[in-house]
């Protein structure tokens, strides 16, 4: 038995207007359908109830137009609030997080036992559609504990790390049974059998999308993309290359390095096209898929002159 779906009574510029927009994706359907398009959830898109809708719409909708989601998540917000309400200290330096034992349980907790959950279930909303699993499992990431030079000094952050091999054939098995993977950013201590790392959300997509040969990878963040000028608005940068991304990697502020560099060694590893995108505005992910100007900033290996 077919569901009735309500008709909603729109002007007949308005129907244009949205005639108009679908003919403008069609290009990018028929580019985009048949592969795997990793995705990066995190920031402030996880905390607002109307975007957490929004992100699950957009995700059931690449599914159903027959592009292949996988979703890589953080869980920064969630993370700080949970060490807060159990009195353990947090603090970042470099960009990351510097995380202790203790805090690796919470992390543990909050990324795989309520983030991942949550997720898994406003996607199931429209229909059966995702499951969740962690980056332990089955072997699908191998870490290595990581430091990083802050003003000069090495600083050591403890239980994180980068994400050193990655088995994806647990992901492609999902895929292929028509799921959307949702994965969480842990894993395995390489050097340290029994132990966890925090890994980098960015980084662990970037990854995953290099070994799935994925044709895009989409990285939700807090600002509207990169800046030649901060914050200079008008200064935003729509696209640029590995080399001019390389270039001014350095001189960027600390938060925005790990977005950058994991879009660079996506693009490096051989993912077509890497973007930031602002995950503060409802279905910019759309916006940046399926539209010519796209949202936020887009990298390839080499621009087009």
């Known amino acids: 038995m077919s569901t009735r779906i309500p008709r909603t009574p729109v002007s007949r510029e308005a129907a244009k207007g949205k005639a108009l927009t679908l003919i403008e994706s069609l290009p990018w359907l028929e580019r985009f359908r048949g592969t795997v398009m990793v995705i990066k959830y995190g920031g402030n898109a996880m905390v607002s109830p109307e975007l957490q809708r929004a992100f699950a719409e957009d995700v059931v909708y690449l599914r159903h137009v027959g592009i292949l989601p996988v ?16 009195g353990i200290e947090s603090e970042f330096r470099g960009g990351y997080r510097v995380t202790t034992r203790e805090a690796m349980d919470v992390v543990r907790m909050v990324l795989t036992g309520q983030v991942s959950r949550e997720l898994v279930s406003l996607i199931n909303r429209h229909g059966p559609l995702a499951a969740s699993v962690s980056g332990e499992d089955a072997g699908l990431f191998t870490g290595r504990r990581k430091t990083v030079q802050v003003d000069g000094e090495t600083v050591d952050l403890g239980h994180v790390g980068d994400v050193v091999s990655v088995d994806a054939s647990r992901v492609r098995r999902m895929l292929d049974a028509e799921l959307i993977p949702v994965i969480s950013s842990v894993a395995p201590d390489e050097e340290h059998p029994g132990d966890s790392l925090n890994i980098n959300a960015d980084a662990a997509a970037s990854a995953l999308a290099i070994a799935l040969q994925a044709e895009k990878l989409v ?4 600002v509207e993309g990169l800046y030649a000028n901060w914050p200079d608005r008008s200064s935003l940068i729509s696209s640029l290359d590995a080399a001019e991304l390389e270039r001014i990697l350095p001189s960027l502020a600390s ?9 660079l060694d996506a693009v490096r590893g051989g993912v077509p096209k890497a973007a930031i995108i602002d995950g503060r505005d409802e279905h910019s992910m759309l916006l940046e898929v399926f539209t010519d100007d796209g949202s936020g900033t887009e990298v390839v290996e080499q621009l087009e002159r």
């Open 71 to 86: 979703v890589v998540h953080g869980g920064g917000p969630q993370i700080s609030s949970a060490l807060e309400r159990f």
């Open 219 to 222: 990285i939700l963040t807090d």
């Open 255 to 263: 938060g925005m390095i790990p977005k950058m560099q994991a879009c």
